[in-house]
Nanobody, 123 residues
């Protein structure tokens, strides 16, 4: 069992930066692929980024590639999402998720979810 708690969201101007954190509890943190998803009003939840257990591989949605960086600290059981050059289109609720499939970006393949943190980018 893994519990996830996100923090770090807020209001930022376009072009600015935010760093989201996801604190995990549970002894099996190392077993999971960790990911960030987001959901904008009226839209489906979409994949943003993921990182595998060993931190050697990470993947990003095309819309955030080059602007966002995912990282994880296995000692503190924390996952981060550094978001640079934010755009109004990045406005959404951002969710941390834990799953078992290293090759999946599908919502259904992630077993555990945080409550989400709101990111609002103003123009």
């Amino acid at each position: 069992q893994v519990q996830l708690v996100e923090s770090g969201g807020g209001l930022v101007q376009a072009g600015g930066s935010l760093k989201l954190s996801c604190a995990a509890s549970g002894r099996t943190f190392l077993n999971y692929v960790m990911a960030w998803f987001r959901q904008a009003p009226g839209k489906e939840r979409e994949f943003v980024a993921k990182i595998i257990r060993s931190k050697l591989s990470s993947n990003y949605a095309d819309s955030v590639k080059g602007r966002f960086t995912i990282s994880r600290d296995n000692d503190s059981k924390t996952v981060y999402l550094l978001m640079n050059s934010l755009q109004t289109e990045d406005t959404a609720i951002y969710y941390c998720a834990a799953g078992g499939r290293w090759d999946s970006t599908a919502v259904s393949d992630y077993e555990y979810w945080g409550q989400g943190t709101q990111v609002t980018v103003s123009s």
